[in-house]
Nanobody, 128 residues
Framework: QVQLVESGGGLVQAGGSLRLSCAAS????????MAWFRQAPGKERAFVAA????????YYAESVEGRFTISRINAKNTVSLQMNRLKPEDTAVYYC?????????????????????WGQGTQVTVSS
């Protein structure tokens, strides 16, 4: 079973940047697709970004397209989310997720049910 540990959350002013990282263990990392989801108070957990097992394909929610970048280093079993031009509406708990193998397109990568491993979450707060 995969274990995921997120880090890098915190408090930042609107317009600022943060970089989240997720360290994976317990399963062959290079065989997993990886993603970030977020959950704001009173809302459902929502898709943010995903990256294929090879790193060749990335997918983003429309709300973060052009501001966030997902990347992975398979040799270090890590996936990161660089978040720029942050907005107050980006405030949420951010979760790292791992899914076995590949998926077919953004519609699949955006589904929570594709992922069978989840981190504990890291809080991101953007002040206005």
């Amino acid at each position: 079973q995969v274990q995921l540990v997120e880090s890098g959350g915190g408090l930042v002013q609107a317009g600022g940047s943060l970089r989240l990282s997720c360290a994976a263990s317990g399963r062959t990392f290079s065989g997993d697709s990886m993603a970030w989801f977020r959950q704001a108070p009173g809302k459902e957990r929502a898709f943010v970004a995903a990256i294929s097992w090879s790193g060749d394909s990335t997918y983003y929610a429309e709300s973060v397209e052009g501001r966030f970048t997902i990347s992975r280093i398979n040799a270090k079993n890590t996936v990161s989310l660089q978040m720029n031009r942050l907005k107050p509406e980006d405030t949420a708990v951010y979760y790292c997720a791992a899914g076995p193998g590949g998926c077919s397109g953004k519609g699949c990568y955006g589904l929570r049910t594709f992922y069978d491993g989840w981190g504990q979450g890291t809080q991101v707060t953007v002040s206005s």
